[in-house]
Nanobody
């Protein structure tokens, strides 16, 4: 049973930086060809795609709202995926979720992912 655990919740001020970590257990994200992604859900809004990364060749995909500010990366040896968030804005406030799925593509929709973490709160406020 694959399990994902997010860490790195925080309260930061606008323009500051925060990093999130997703640790995968119960399976190898390399051996099982897992593409990984980050989603977020703000109060009263639907869950939305933030960033995704392929399992082996470093391909990435970003939502337009975060492109140039956020960076997704992974350490397959440690079964870990990261989300570096720079120049944070109040609109980035949300619960952030890590997700994984087997395959070579990077799904942009929730339905493309099979495994989910429980989420971690990120609050950007002055």
């Amino acid at each position: 049973q694959v399990q994902l655990q997010e860490s790195g919740p925080g309260l930061v001020k606008p323009s500051q930086t925060l990093s999130l970590t997703c640790t995968v257990s119960g399976g190898s994200i390399t051996a099982s060809y897992y593409a990984c992604g980050w989603f977020r859900q703000a109060p009263g809004k639907e869950r939305e795609f933030v960033a995704g990364i392929s399992w082996n060749d470093g391909r990435t995909s970003y939502a337009s709202a975060v492109k140039g500010r956020f960076t997704i990366s992974r350490d397959n040896a440690k079964n870990t995926v990261f989300l570096q968030m720079n120049s944070l804005e109040p609109d980035d406030t949300a619960v952030y979720y890590c997700a994984a799925t087997r395959g070579v593509t990077i799904p942009l929709g929730q339905q493309g992912y099979d495994y989910w973490g429980r989420g971690t709160q990120v609050t950007v406020s002055s």
